[in-house]
């Protein structure tokens, strides 16, 4: 016999599968949930049963859109130059990459990375339509903005060689590598001292 | 304009105001409901719509029960001692107490403490109904289990005074202070130290 009341426990056991949330966590949710006005939890309700039907991938970049979008708003917005991609592992890092307001070019999202421990392969990924893309835009420049991971790394070497032997005239950059902004020196890890070493900028 | 597609923004917000939730947090919690199977969320949503209706209060204990139960199961249960009560702030501290298995008799849950900070007065507190339920069940012993910081002390101590004042034969408990299981004494704080020194027990 469980001490709290069934729908309770059930809510609990449900809100535990989130990613990253541990039966107290759960609890706290639930318990929040269970006093919180009606119109909020009929609200969330709404929101989470609707959120897949509401969202698709748009078929040109594979950012998410709203379902009764056709392509991406910022591939389809006239000041932006489509010849320049940025290509990113996921749809957040274009979240990430439009706060820095830098960047007006557009956006290509793999959606994910090649991982053969957890079964993904290029073919998974979408860079077929990338190499197309690049073509029918007539790209100029495309920035590989992949994590820095080892996963990042070499799913961004791998997209560059395809493109190096198909397109051996466009320019492929990627972000810097280098000291993250606000970090000391001395709690630097190894890798980005070397790194940042190595592409030292002149003065 | 939002970056990422409206249904999913607007879940993100609403997931933003669990307790504890920052925007990275809610933005994990969204994309994993985008890619959960559809029955997953049908489930979730059903149980979070219908959380408050299926559960109340029990008239007696104030322990949260299954809507269609009339009092606690385990003020119910033949077995425990009705003539002990442990006194509690809140729901969860009864699970905490019932999973040391060592409690046979039944809980009273306040529902709070008292906290002229939050406008939180002892007629807000399930503390009328004790002291009815005390005469009612002829009760022997009452176990203070409030929590062990200021407002948990402070309304033990005006629980345990009225106590006092209208049932002058009653025994009153609390539960031990001093050295959690597994503490390094020197990692222990002042405070518990000083508990436990005071409350040392003869070998």
Avoid: W
Avoid at 137 to 160: C, F, H, P, R
């Amino acid at each position: 016999m469980s001490i709290l009341p069934t729908p309770l426990t059930n809510l609990i056991d449900e809100l535990g599968q989130l990613p990253g949330v541990g039966p107290r966590t759960a609890e706290r949710y639930a318990f929040h949930l269970l006093r919180s006005p009606k119109e909020f939890n009929d609200r969330l309700s709404h929101l989470i049963t609707q959120v897949q039907d509401g969202v698709k991938y748009c078929p040109v970049t594979f950012m998410l859109i709203d379902a009764d979008q056709e392509v991406s708003p910022l591939y389809n917005d006239s000041r932006r130059d489509r010849k320049q991609i940025a290509v990113v592992e996921q749809p957040l890092d274009v979240v990430a990459l439009e706060k820095t307001m830098a960047f007006l070019g557009v956006y290509h999202v793999l959606g994910g990375v090649i991982s053969p421990i957890d079964g993904v392969g290029p073919e998974q990924l979408h860079i077929a339509e990338l190499l197309a893309r690049i073509k029918a835009d007539k790209a100029k420049e495309i920035i590989l903005a992949t994590n820095a991971s080892v996963e990042g790394e070499s799913t961004a070497m791998y997209v560059q060689k395809l493109m190096r032997e198909q397109h051996p005239k466009l320019k492929i950059t990627r972000l810097a590598r280098g000291i993250p902004s606000g970090v000391d020196i001395e709690y630097a890890d190894q890798i980005t001292l070397l790194r940042a070493l190595e592409n030292r900028q002149s003065l």
